[in-house]
């Protein structure tokens, strides 16, 4: 009895994957600062537990499988006010999380055996759900001195072929934060337009940009290129885990231009019934009511995000990228092999006590040997932690270098 | 610009096409009686509501992919009342309903370009499933004259090919109503474990079986057959959205006593994220408070059964099988074209301005041609109810004749 390549080749996540060794530190009394996983640590709006208080009782159905109206009408309001124009509920696919509106959209693209080309590093998740679709991902890399921007077009264009269908990319970029600039979104469309392939824009952090680094939505950019809404080739994947402080409630979304990708992410969504009911009437209650926490957070997280620089700068022998949004930076540290590190944190390393948890890098890369000397930190604690997180990392090297 | 082969593969939904037309009915001030989909019109239990009105405010974080603790300890505790030994919180992975653990449990035992085989009419989205996982199903046919039990041993082995990688079931079945009697299971088991097939058995209706025709779940057969866990060969899907009627909860599970198994499902579930934590809180909770929910409902759809049997009798010309299990008969009617009748029943049809919505039964089937004569009914309305859909279908079939 033998599983499928696809189960043999799925990797285990880099995030999670030191998760055992964090519970046998905290049973020994450790404290650990928690840097490894995007999970905000900010309460959602008071409007989602006012409804879940009130809720009334009733029958609890499938909803429909594009969507309940209320939240499509609602993600037709808050896609236009980035300035889109055209966005209708007819554009939209409601999706459990942001990872099944990626994994449809990997699945709309590309068949088995097909390609398609990512910036590394990159989610690493992209990997796993291009494995479980048969899908490759094509790497191209990109450089910590350059703040992860995108390469030239040569870089890019050489590594297109027959099978590649389509571009992937996270704006703001999880795990780097780079924003990128409207030329290099014009950029990728264009050479998207010109070698006939979609570009898969995942902007789950659309509200998390900083300083001068403003976010602009690939579609924008878009629709100063491409008039014609049927000839769009950009597949919008979203979600608010990020953007509400939801990411247990699994709600996120498909949004296209183009109908014809909307027709088929409708019937993948036909094919599991429905997403989540309740999910989608409590987004569309705060999306009318509670845009105001996007502010809020956004304003949190530059602080923290400054904080980090400040403490991070104060540490010898390290560089990092000044992340412009979402809430991560990589950071390069003097070591040989950083999961071995970010391992001895949490067996052999305390300090009063306490100690904190990285993501080992090399599983946002796809090429062998890259990123093995460089940790993901996710800046999602508050100041006075984020300090103290901060100046463990500083003693642990310290240490660790001994 | 092209989408993949299998956006363009994927059927629309048999089951919600002709969604649209109810809607324009209603418009026009007509009541549809709705048997076309399975979704139970009973209220959940009533800690369902208490734990949501008594919910504390909360960061509402991802919880862990493999499930939470409390809902894969009450997992365990429901599978073992089922007679399954050695069901530790180990063989379970939480799933966004039993619609993700048949797409996981396909994705787990066969690549793109391997065949499955499945006994048709069967659930449809199970087509829908393999083409997204580009995984081909290989039907066999089962007959109304026989209640759709299974063929004969021959029957299924000749079916059997290089690339044929498992055999997928629903037990109770949708739509057949059919319950596997433990023989069959046996037999199926056995022709798995000789040809070196996995056996995927859907038992999301697993308190659904009326009379004699007690529900035995796949598992519990192979544990007499098979000792070795690790040898196991059966994936386990099943879900809580007809149990504790929470359709629009979306939560289900995995279950395999084979780890080896489950560790591929655990690697697809870090891919994304996962499961609503909410969700699973909440059917902890019933799982452990409100077991006796499963035998009320039992109760009450068997009755719901036997007052549609006795108006089906009525009815001339049709014929149908008595289901034995979850809330589905299959009935053959006097038309060439079930799908037609069932549009015109929307479009054409009323006896004092209320008509009824049934699911042509073509898209059960995988063979071209079969099912044309036949619907499906979802007896999932009260009794009352029940007996006047039942009246405007005999009164709709005398009309359309004409």
Redesign the interface.
């Known amino acids: 009895?033998k599983?499928?390549?696809?189960?043999?080749l799925?990797?285990?996540?880099p995030i999670?994957k030191l998760a055992d060794l964090a519970v046998a530190a905290e049973k020994k009394g450790i404290k650990i600062y928690r840097l490894n996983?995007g999970?905000?640590?900010?309460?959602?709006p008071d409007s989602?537990?006012k409804f879940?208080?009130?809720?009334p009782?009733?029958?609890?159905?499938?909803?429909h499988?594009r969507g309940e109206l209320n939240f499509l009408n609602q993600l037709k309001i808050y896609i236009r006010g980035f300035g889109i124009k055209n966005a209708g509920k007819k554009n939209f696919v409601a999706t459990?999380?942001g990872?099944?509106a990626i994994?449809w959209s990997i699945?709309?693209?590309?068949?088995?055996?097909?390609e398609i080309i990512v910036f590394e590093p990159f989610y690493t998740?992209y990997n796993?759900?291009a494995i479980?679709?048969?899908v490759k991902l094509i790497p191209i890399r990109t450089y910590i001195e350059n703040s992860f921007h995108l390469p030239k077009r040569e870089e890019i264009v050489k590594k297109i072929s027959k099978k590649t269908?389509a571009i992937l990319i996270a704006n703001p970029n999880n795990p780097t934060g780079t924003v990128y600039t409207s030329k290099e979104l014009e950029l990728l469309i264009k050479i998207c337009q010109k070698h006939?392939l979609?570009l898969l824009s995942d902007e789950a952090y659309r509200y998390y940009s900083y300083d001068g680094h403003c976010f602009i939505s690939s579609l924008k950019v878009e629709e100063k290129l491409i008039k014609n809404d049927a000839?769009s080739?950009i597949i919008l994947m979203d979600s608010f885990?990020k953007n509400f402080?939801?990411?247990?409630?699994?709600l996120g979304f498909v949004f296209s231009r183009?109908l014809?990708?909307i027709q088929?992410m409708y019937?993948?969504a036909?094919?599991?019934?429905?997403?989540?009911?309740?999910?989608q009437q409590i987004i569309a209650l705060l999306l009318a009511k509670d845009q105001k926490f996007f502010k809020q957070i956004n304003k949190t997280f530059l602080s923290r995000r400054n904080i980090l620089i400040t403490e991070l700068k104060k540490i010898p022998d390290i560089s990092f990228s000044m992340p412009e949004g979402a809430f991560y930076t990589l950071i390069k540290l003097p070591v040989k092999d950083s999961e071995k590190f970010c391992r001895w944190l949490l067996t052999d390393f305390q300090d009063k006590k306490e100690t904190i948890m990285l993501t080992p890098a090399a599983g946002f890369y796809l090429t062998p040997g890259l990123g093995k000397d460089e940790v993901r930190v996710a800046y999602v604690l508050e100041e006075a932690k984020l300090k103290r997180a901060m100046e463990i990392l500083g003693k642990a090297l310290a240490a660790y270098k001994k």
Do not use: T, W
């Open positions: 009895m599983l499928s390549k696809r189960a043999e799925i990797p285990a996540s999670r996983i999970q905000p640590d900010i309460l959602p989602f537990f879940l208080h009130k809720f009782k009733q029958v609890i159905p499938y909803s499988s459990n999380g990872s099944e994994l699945m709309a693209v590309a068949n088995p055996g097909d998740n796993s759900l479980m679709a048969g269908k006939q979609f000839k080739l885990s402080s939801l990411c247990g409630l699994r183009n014809e990708i088929a019937k993948f036909q094919a599991r019934l429905s997403a989540s009911g309740i999910g």
